[in-house]
């Protein structure tokens, strides 16, 4: 169990699985994380990639986002999401779609599950991506990203990785913005370029 940090639902529970399946990220990384974004989470349409918890989502949600798309492959993670959502008074905010991130046409799934949610898709300003870690994982979703109409002009991607973990390189069409790293993990910030 986590809590979230800041905003609206401060203080608010998110439960995590009993096992090492998932890693939350901690209170100090999502502090450091949210106050390096700082405005850009008001009224940003986000997606939250390789989900686990939910808890960077909800707490997007928490400090002004409009609205979230979790995506999770595990179908119990995928549900606790779901219970974390409504337990945190925020389950009409967001939506969980129980694929992989890298799953062919999940470009044409994620607008049509929001649509259903939210009645009509808008892309997304605020992207969190935190993949397992030493899958090389991060470059390959950017990519996918990059290539999918899903963002808005100028959106933020996020991702928390293994120091010196991206795997194949960023593409050009993100600019890097920061990295921070804590241990052994560390987050990194890009801007897409479209």
Known sequence: MVRVSGGRLRGRRVETPPDER??????RMRETLFSILGGRVERAWVLDLFAGSGVLGIEALSRGGRGAVFVESDPAIAALIRANLLGCGVGDEGIVIGESVLRPGLDRMVPQFAQTRFGRFTPFDLVFLDPPY???????TLDMLADSGLLAPGAVAVAEHETGGLGKGVAPVWRPLQNRRHGDSQV??????G
Request: net charge positive.
């Open 22 to 27: 998932v890693r939350p990220t901690t209170g």
């Open 134 to 140: 030493r899958q090389g994982l991060v470059g390959s």
């Open 188 to 193: 990194s910030f890009w801007q897409w370029k």
